[in-house]
């Protein structure tokens, strides 16, 4: 029966299974089984539903917009951190490991700090809230978002009187993002706000999307949500959050000062130097549908007009 016995070099690399894949699939395995024997316990139908957030409060705030498919908001994704390219974040992220995470809270405030993730999103209530997404380059999306309003967050750590703006910091880790080993952008991303915009109540900090974490290529496991700015106001992976004085430099700023300013606020009526931003085309959507007019805000004027009354937004743009 020797014949059943192969030497090394004729096993295919193929058959080979090593001992940590073989490991992991045990773990997976022994996971799948317990999660549905639980869920089948409790009279659920099937696996799909063991989301992270099952159960949330809707938001007055929501949009009656279709939804983005999950699998589109996956696959689509700008997050230079892993690749420039839109399907890079899906592949390059995929090993990324956002547990455990700490975030840091400083600058002017009564009470800095450095927290476990776990720790600091405790206090806060979460809701979904379904918003238009908007990216300079012309797309959208409608999301289903997972969080807990800034403002929130923000009264809890009582900014000073010379609390002007709040800055947003994400890691900067190159083992862990290998996008960061190239200077495609001055690492880390940073992003700011004025202090009003992020009072805000439309101002979200997401933990999640479609009821689950935040997949690793949209932000895991703390982002931010603006949804009447340009998606690269919306800044991922959040380890520090900083109350300043001053006005913070964002990064797409930095680099491109006459194309993307501080408040970058979708605005059909300024164009950006090299294209137009009157319509936008919807990820999902067959390509020959029409093309959708951009709104003012991206919509949301009604709750957010009044934080730029009075001022030029062809100059603040
Ligand atoms: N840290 C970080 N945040 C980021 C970016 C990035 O490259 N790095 N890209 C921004 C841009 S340009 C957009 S459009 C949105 C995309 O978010 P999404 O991939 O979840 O749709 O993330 C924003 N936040
Ligand atoms: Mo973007």
């Known amino acids: 029966m020797s014949f059943l016995i192969k030497k090394p070099d004729d096993i ?35 696996l799909a539903e063991a989301k992270a957030y099952p159960e949330l409060a809707k938001s007055q705030f929501s949009s009656a917009d279709k939804l983005t498919s999950l699998d589109d908001i996956k696959s689509y994704n700008n997050f230079y951190e892993f690749g420039t390219g839109k399907v890079d974040p899906a592949k390059n992220a995929k090993n990324f490991n956002p547990k455990p995470w700490s975030i840091a809270v400083e600058g002017e405030i009564e009470k800095p700090g450095v927290f476990d993730l776990e720790d600091f999103v405790k206090p806060y209530a979460l809701e979904e809230r379904i918003y238009r997404f908007r990216c300079v380059e012309g797309w959208s999306m409608v999301i289903p978002w997972v969080g807990f309003p800034l403002a929130d967050m923000i009264k809890q750590f009582k900014p000073t009187s010379k609390a002007k703006y ?32 992020a009072m805000n109540p439309l101002t979200l900090m997401a933990v999640g999307l479609y009821g689950d974490e935040l997949p690793n290529q949209n932000g895991a496991p703390i982002r931010l949500v603006v949804p009447w700015k340009y998606g690269f106001k919306n800044i991922k992976s959040i380890v520090k959050i900083r109350f300043t004085e001053h006005e913070p430099v964002s990064t797409w700023h930095k680099i491109g000062p006459k194309e993307y300013g501080f408040y970058s606020n979708v605005n059909p009526d300024v164009d950006h130097p090299r294209w137009s931003q009157k319509t936008e085309r919807r990820i999902g959507e067959p390509f020959w549908s029409p093309k959708i007019q951009t709104q003012m805000f991206n919509g949301y004027s009604e709750q957010v007009a009044h934080l730029y009354s009075g001022m030029d937004l062809k100059r603040f743009f």
Do not use: C, N
Not at 16 to 29: A, P
């Open 12 to 46: 295919k690399s193929s058959e080979i299974t090593s001992q940590s894949v073989y490991h992991e699939r045990r773990e997976f395995i022994k996971k799948m089984s317990l999660a549905t024997t639980a869920l089948i316990g409790a009279g659920h139908l099937s």
């Open 166 to 197: 709040v800055e947003f910091v994400t890691l900067y880790d190159k083992e862990k993002m290998p996008g960061q080993a190239i200077r495609v952008l001055p690492w880390p991303y940073t992003e700011g706000l004025r202090i009003d915009e």
